[in-house]
């Protein structure tokens, strides 16, 4: 009978994405690469995208409150500041923020664009 060979595990430690300020708050650091999955409307529904950085983050999440103040005040100014605007997702490939109005309405009335259905798998 042969002998099964040991594997080793080599262990590496993550770095953190954050870092402490000198009041004790804690903030992104600018090269935080971590994977974050967040949904976006598209014309079939809202689709998941994983999003690298919390740069890319943060610009999606501004879009996601754009497209808030739209459907709650019919203002959108906000949101036409995206128009023509990419986003980069975790693969490096470049999507367009969605605009399109009634595109947004249509699927706002059908319950699809709460603000908590922002951040996918509800919450994990």
């Known amino acids: 009978m042969a002998k099964k060979k040991k594997t080793r595990r080599i262990r590496t430690k ?3 994405a954050l870092r402490k300020r000198k009041k004790g708050r804690y903030v992104a650091k600018p090269t935080d690469t971590r994977l974050r999955r967040l949904l976006v409307p598209t014309p079939k529904g809202v689709r998941e995208v994983a999003i690298r950085g919390s740069a890319e983050a943060s610009r999606l999440g501004k879009y996601w409150a754009a ?5 709650q005040t019919g203002d959108d100014s906000a949101l036409l500041r995206f128009k023509g ?4 997702d975790a693969r490096g490939n470049r999507h367009l923020f969605p605009t399109d109005l009634k595109q947004l309405d249509r699927q706002a009335s059908a ?5 908590e259905s922002m951040y996918a798998g509800g919450g994990r």
Do not use: A
Request: charged fraction near 25%; aromatic fraction near 18%.
């Open 14 to 16: 993550r770095k953190s």
């Open 67 to 71: 497209v808030q103040k739209y459907l």
């Open 85 to 88: 605007r990419t986003f980069t």
């Open 111 to 115: 319950g699809v664009l709460s603000f």
